[in-house]
């Protein structure tokens, strides 16, 4: 069965300092991947989602970035954190191919705290 | 733009009915809908694919119609664990990417 694993669960960061989240996704290939975010209290944003390995489609202008270097690997980095970064970052992955036809399958989430 | 939901929030009596609405400004080519409870993952409900269609999962279904480019999420004889905030989410006909709603949050009482 796949499974997706997000770390870490928890960080407390200060302004200034650098970031980096992972994501990866098992038992199976060349999933779509997204990185999504939730400020408290509010929905969900789209920050990046990838169809393949070295693609990464960025929806928000901001300081972080996205990376895949490996199939079933997403990462979330920023070199200098703000105090807007804070909330909840969620990885999901969908079905293989180019469109989503069922359902995104959430990581547990990692919450950032800026301080 | 993100698909708006409304209400924001319905507070519920265990038993009671509640409808959510998500309309779109963009055309509507599938329509997600999730769920979240405080502090975790949101969690897959159903996905409409068609116009028109209905689908359900136990007393929760939902509509979808096309040409308004809106859908309709019913909470039917309401649950104590159909409380948490619900999302519709929004997929384009011509790429990848799911655009959520704000959410709406349900609280149900006993």
């Known amino acids: 069965s796949q499974t997706i694993h997000q770390w870490p669960a928890t960080l407390v960061q200060p302004v200034g300092s650098p970031l980096s989240l992972e994501c990866t996704v098992e038992?199976?290939?060349?999933?779509?991947l997204y990185w999504y975010r939730q400020a408290a209290g509010r929905g969900l944003q789209l920050l990046f989602y990838?169809?393949?390995?070295?693609?990464i489609s960025s929806e928000v202008p901001q300081n972080l970035s996205a990376s895949r270097p490996q199939d079933r690997q997403f990462i979330l980095s920023s070199k200098k954190l703000l105090l807007s970064d804070s909330g909840f970052y969620l990885c999901?992955?969908?079905?293989?191919?180019?469109?989503?036809?069922?359902?995104?399958?959430f990581g547990e989430g990692s919450r950032l705290t800026v301080l | 733009q993100q698909p708006v939901q409304s209400p924001q929030a319905v507070i519920l009596r265990e038993g009671e009915d509640a409808v959510i609405n998500c309309s779109s400004s963009?055309?509507?080519?599938?329509v997600h809908w999730y769920r979240q409870k405080h502090g975790e993952a949101p969690v897959f409900l159903m996905i409409?694919?068609?116009?028109?269609e209905q689908k359900g999962h136990d007393k929760i279904s939902a509509s979808f119609n096309e040409k308004k480019q809106q859908s309709s999420l019913y909470l039917t004889a309401s649950q104590l664990s159909y409380s948490g905030t619900y999302f519709c989410?929004?997929?384009?006909?011509?790429?990848?990417?799911?655009?959520f709603g704000g959410g709406t949050r349900v609280l149900v009482k006993p």
């Open positions: 999901a992955w969908s079905v293989i191919g180019g469109r989503i036809t069922g359902e995104l399958f």
């Open positions: 038992g199976t290939s060349n999933p779509n």
């Open positions: 990838s169809v393949g390995i070295g693609q």
């Open positions: 963009k055309a509507l080519y599938s």
């Open positions: 409409l694919l068609k116009g028109g």
């Open positions: 989410g929004r997929l384009e006909a011509a790429g990848n990417k799911l655009t």
